[in-house]
C-alpha cells in the first residue's frame, strides 16, 4: 500500500470522526516506513500521531511537517500544497472533535 493512500485514509477518517481507525493507520503507515527506513515518512506519521495524541502544539505540527522532505513520498507533485492539506485537515478535525486521543468527543464543538 502507497503512503498517498494510507494518508488518503487519514484525512478522511479525521474529517469524519473516526480517530480510531486514523490512529490504527498512522501506526501502520509507520511500521511500512520503518520497514523501508525512510526517515522523512516515519517524521511524518510520528508528528500526525503526537498531535492525536496531544502531546505537541500546533506550532509544533506545522512546523514539523513544513521541514519534512518528503521527496520520497511517491505521486506528489507539490510538497507545499499537500502538507498544507494534512495540516489543514487535522487542525480542523482536532478543534472540531475536541480530539485528544484516545478519549475525544464524537460530536461537533459548536461554539
Do not use: H, W
Not at 488518503?8 to 523501508?36: H, P
Request: charged fraction near 30%; hydrophobic fraction near 35%; proline fraction near 2%.
Amino acid at each position: 500500500m502507497y503512503v498517498n493512500n494510507i494518508i488518503d485514509i487519514i484525512k478522511g477518517s479525521m474529517l469524519y470522526g473516526d480517530v480510531e481507525n486514523a490512529y490504527k493507520m498512522i501506526l501502520k503507515g509507520r511500521s511500512i516506513a520503518e520497514k523501508n527506513r525512510n526517515q522523512a515518512q516515519i517524521r511524518l506519521f510520528r508528528c500526525m500521531e503526537l498531535m492525536i495524541r496531544g502531546e505537541i502544539g500546533t506550532d509544533d505540527f506545522i512546523k514539523s511537517l513544513k521541514d519534512l522532505n518528503i521527496r520520497s513520498i511517491k505521486y506528489v507533485e507539490n510538497k507545499n500544497e499537500y502538507i498544507d492539506s494534512i495540516i489543514n485537515v487535522f487542525l480542523y478535525s482536532i478543534s472540531r472533535y475536541n480530539i485528544r486521543y484516545p478519549e475525544y468527543i464524537n460530536k461537533r464543538i459548536d461554539p
